[in-house]
């Protein structure tokens, strides 16, 4: 035997009433779920614009500093041919007075020699 029970419209309405109420509450909690989702996606952009600014300016830093270097080989490389032309005329300055010297040994030679004859 089955009991019928007689259901009338205010007990449907009830029904349907806390249905609702428990739709909204899930939906309350959903909503403040996607709030604090949304604020950390906030967070998370704010963070990513701050490291593209950061990343813009180490890219100029890195392209000041890459002129920079280029520059500096340009003196080096300046200075290199310079160092070799001074060690080029300091050779030749150092060639030039041994051969002063040996003449001028030879030259005392000479005169010692003709000393003793």
Known sequence: MSKVKNVTIDDLAGMVQ??????EKRLDGVEGRLDGVEKRLESI???LISLESRMD???GSVRELGYRVEALEEVNEEI???LGRIEQLVDED???RIKRLEDSMARVYENLALKKQ
Do not use: N
């Not at 806390?18 to 739709?23: H, Q």
């Open 57 to 59: 300016a180490l890219e």
């Open 94 to 96: 150092y060639q030039m």
């Open 45 to 47: 952009e704010g963070r």
């Open 18 to 23: 806390r249905g609702f109420l428990s739709v």
């Open 80 to 82: 290199v041919e310079r």
